[in-house]
């Protein structure tokens, strides 16, 4: 993806490869949340999503997520310092 730098060029950058639809999108130092319809390559969203915030905040994190039948994706990036 190109250079990322705000939630409206995530949000861009996602729409326009056709990954999904972003519904929701809260970042915080603490963590990150976010949730997209009609996701498609969904592991791939997830890592752009965990390296976005990576890159944002200089911190490694983990990752918990989950995919409904209906291909809507749920996302929790989170510092390791606070998993």
Same mark, same amino acid.
């Given at each position: 993806? $190109? @250079? *990322?730098?705000? #939630?409206? @060029?995530?949000?861009? %950058? +996602? &729409?326009?490869?056709?990954?999904?639809?972003?519904? %929701?999108?809260?970042?915080?130092?603490?963590?990150? /949340?976010?949730? +997209?319809?009609?996701? #498609? +390559?969904?592991?791939?969203?997830?890592?752009? &999503? %965990?390296?976005?915030?990576? *890159? /944002?905040?200089?911190?490694?994190?983990?990752?918990?997520?989950? +995919? /409904?039948? #209906?291909? $809507?994706?749920?996302?929790?990036?989170?510092?390791?310092?606070? &998993?």
């Amino acid at each position: 993806m $190109d @250079d *990322i730098t705000d #939630e409206g @060029d995530f949000r861009s %950058q +996602l &729409a326009l490869r056709g990954l999904g639809n972003l519904k %929701q999108l809260e970042m915080k130092r603490k963590g990150m /949340s976010m949730r +997209l319809e009609n996701v #498609e +390559l969904p592991l791939m969203v997830i890592g752009q &999503a %965990q390296g976005f915030f990576e *890159i /944002s905040f200089g911190v490694d994190t983990t990752v918990d997520w989950e +995919l /409904s039948e #209906e291909r $809507d994706l749920e996302v929790e990036v989170k510092p390791i310092l606070y &998993a």
